[in-house]
């Protein structure tokens, strides 16, 4: 929500924002964090009301997860006369992965945030056929390295869903949060969340930090305000491989990239390799926070605005739109594709029967995938 709603109020951009009805939706609370300073009309629809709401536009904007996305995309593509459709992730997105590409196929346009992603993706489109068009943006959060005018006393921790993954790794972090609250006790340490309890975000967290916590200092706080509301009283930001450090870069916060748990694609952590950011825990609770590295930033979010090729891209092809055929699926797997998007929402007898088979079938694959995996 935070990315698309900062992308459609971009003043060359006369737009607004549709918040579809899913399992994941936010809640009105997220919404206003969400679009706090954006000034662009908001309104909830269902799936079914979309092809209306869409009819007529010159572009959709698909700003959603995977499942969610190819259903939008597919619905936008059977329009008549078609928009053009275009897409994006919402924040660090290195590795490029096929299955980011796989999920927004139908879309025209691919909109990634640094010099390196465009490059990378771009390569990984390559090799695996698919077609598909990027352009550069700048993260709309990240608009170029301010210095502070003030500096605050908090240590704050961006937390993320599934970033670490494994319980013992987020009772880990849960006890550094403790120990660097008690390392001193007149300065606060804020765990800052996305969502309150019984609102979601968008992956599913099964290992919430609050509930690890057990008995805390009184100035470990928990905070569900907007990230930038909490970087103005920061100290520093640690985090694992939140596109939060790269928010509190942009706003002269210093930054710790937690590498307890190691480097890898599945921490989402490469992007920083050369950044200056990594960070052990010992460097969390004396709170030696950095800045990163000037060379790193040109490559990695903070490139020049003249750089950005995202709104002409979009102009071209709305001048002379690319037709793109539409790929026929069978009405089972259409059903099944848009329940994965919508979940519970959809409430159709279809949806409900293809679901008592597809999940089983779906755990029964991944079972076998990973015992493969296994024992080769």
């Not at 964090?33 to 799936?47: F, M, N, Q, Y």
């Not at 700003?63 to 619905?75: D, K, S």
């Amino acid at each position: 929500m935070k990315w698309g709603a900062a992308l459609v109020a971009d003043p060359r951009v006369d737009g607004s924002l549709v918040v579809l009805d899913t399992d994941l939706v936010v809640s009105d609370a997220q919404l206003r964090a969400a679009t706090a300073g954006v000034d662009v009309p908001v309104r909830r629809a269902t799936l079914d009301e979309l092809t209306g709401i869409l009819a007529g536009c010159d572009a959709v904007l698909v700003a959603a997860r995977g499942p969610v996305a190819r259903v939008i995309a597919r619905t936008a593509a059977r329009l008549s006369p078609r928009p053009v459709i275009v897409t994006g992730l919402p924040g660090i997105s290195i590795p490029a992965t096929w299955r980011a590409l796989h999920y927004r196929r139908l879309c025209d346009l691919f909109v990634l945030h640094s010099h390196r992603e465009v490059r990378e993706f771009g390569e990984l489109a390559h090799e695996r056929g698919i077609e598909q068009s990027f352009a550069l943006a700048t993260l709309p959060f990240a608009r170029g390295v301010h210095e502070r005018e003030s500096e605050g006393t908090d240590l704050v921790f961006a937390a993320q869903a599934i970033v670490p993954r494994e319980r013992e790794d987020r009772i880990r972090v849960a006890r550094l949060l403790v120990a660097a609250a008690a390392a001193d006790p007149s300065r606060r340490v804020v765990l800052k969340l996305r969502g309150k309890p019984g609102e979601h975000e968008t992956h599913r967290e099964t290992d919430s930090y609050p509930e690890l916590l057990g008995e805390t200092p009184p100035n470990l706080v928990v905070s569900y305000a907007p990230m930038s509301e909490a970087l103005a009283s920061a100290e520093g930001l640690m985090t694992v491989s939140s596109t939060a450090a790269i928010e509190a870069a942009a706003q002269g916060v210093p930054v710790i990239a937690l590498d307890t748990f190691g480097v890898s694609g599945e921490l989402i952590n490469l992007v920083f390799e050369g950044s200056g950011l990594f960070g052990s825990e010992d460097d969390v609770i004396d709170r030696r926070f950095r800045h990163p590295a000037p060379g790193w930033l040109a490559e990695n979010y903070f490139h020049e605005p003249a750089d950005d090729t995202w709104v002409s891209a979009l102009e071209a092809l709305i001048a002379d739109p690319r037709p793109r055929e539409v790929p026929r699926i069978s009405g089972l797997r259409e059903v099944w594709e848009r329940h994965l998007a919508l979940g519970s929402r959809d409430r159709t007898w279809q949806s409900r029967a293809v679901a008592l088979v597809g999940h089983p079938a779906r755990f029964l694959v991944r079972l076998a995938r990973r015992v493969k995996h296994l024992f080769g």
